[in-house]
């Protein structure tokens, strides 16, 4: 999917800014996930961020991980919201990368 330069670009630093934000958790499960891509979703105006589960977490953790990301997505909206320069903050959406799982193969 092609994008534009600035859309590239957000993405960019959301990933980035995500990155270090997941960090800054006491909650270990939060604490241990790494972004796995952020891309624009398609036809709004929201941000989808892929992430994956830490190492050693089971696959039935995904729902629980699903609720926290929720649970604090306005702190980490107002963590990207520091980091770029626009007008509006996109909304963020969150999904589990599926071969996150070893298991999946």
Request: charged share 25%; net charge neutral.
């Amino acid at each position: 999917m092609l994008h534009d330069k600035k859309t590239e670009q957000l993405c960019r630093q959301v990933y980035r800014r995500l990155a270090l934000a997941f960090g800054d958790f006491d909650d270990p499960l939060l604490q241990g996930l790494s972004v796995d891509s952020v891309q624009p979703e398609l036809g709004g105006g929201a941000l989808v961020v892929t992430v994956c589960l830490p190492p050693g977490a089971a696959a039935s953790d995904e729902a629980q991980l699903l609720t926290r990301l929720d649970s604090v997505a306005g702190r980490l909206r107002s963590e990207v919201a520091a980091a770029i320069s626009r007008k509006r903050t996109p909304r963020l959406a969150f999904r589990v990368a599926s071969d996150a799982y070893p298991d999946n193969f």
